[in-house]
């Protein structure tokens, strides 16, 4: 069943990609029973895979297909999975960010989470979902299609491949010009500090000395932003 739920959440994505139809698909994550959720879910791997395709599959069904606009598209329960509704909020907050209050830079917990945010949440939080999910801007990573034998490495390559592409190194100005991710979850990265150690892991430059300067985010649209495969 594990790779059930996978998939569906998958071939939905893929679905969306092709921008065909996502009704039958819609009607599959719909009617999952809710155990499985609990069941299924039950690593970090399975977690992180699962969510972030369902976030990124159902960002595009509402903006494209719905026509949701902002803020609605991230506030309202507009994602019904398992017999569930959930917000966009509540996958990348709640669950993939183990219910951060959304405005806190990621230092403070949301306290008024629902008991099934925090009965689904990952333990941990992965700074590299952030190079994953996709909110339809410019600036927002691309999306790819995750799976749990390959997350680690898929998260990887997505967060160099991003960082490669978004980041500029100054040195004669000792600056890191970064994407705007990293103030926005600040305390997702490790502060500054950890994106520093973030910087010199995936592209190989000792910045340890630099400063670092939050970028602007171009929020202009792009709903067909998918890496290739």
């Not at 809710?34 to 972030?52: A, M, V, Y």
């Not at 959304?102 to 949301?110: Q, V």
């Amino acid at each position: 069943m594990n790779k059930d739920i996978q998939k569906i959440a998958a071939d939905f994505l893929l679905a969306l990609k092709m921008q065909q139809q996502p009704d039958n698909h819609l009607a599959k994550i719909s009617a999952l029973p809710r155990h499985i959720l609990f069941q299924e879910l039950d690593s970090e791997q399975q977690k992180k895979t699962f969510w972030i395709n369902c976030y990124n599959a159902f960002f595009l069904h509402l903006r494209r297909n719905k026509r949701v606009d902002k803020p609605a598209i991230y506030r309202e329960k507009l994602c019904r999975i398992a017999g569930q509704t959930f917000s966009l909020d509540e996958i990348e907050h709640g669950i993939l960010r183990r219910y951060r209050a959304k405005l806190a830079f990621g230092y403070l917990p949301n306290l008024f989470v629902p008991k099934i945010i925090r009965q689904l949440a990952v333990k941990r939080i992965d700074a590299r979902i952030h190079f994953a999910l996709n909110c339809g801007a410019i600036s927002c990573p691309p999306i790819a299609f995750y799976s749990v034998e390959k997350l680690d490495q898929q998260l990887d390559w997505a967060s160099e491949s991003f960082l490669k592409n978004e980041t500029n190194i100054l040195p004669e100005k000792q600056e890191i010009h970064f994407s705007r991710l990293g103030y926005w979850y600040l305390g997702d990265f490790g502060g500054r500090k950890g994106i520093r150690q973030m910087v010199q892991h995936y592209l190989g430059v000792d910045t340890n000395s630099y400063r670092i300067v939050f970028k602007d985010y171009n929020w202009d649209e792009d709903l067909n932003n998918f890496a290739e495969a």
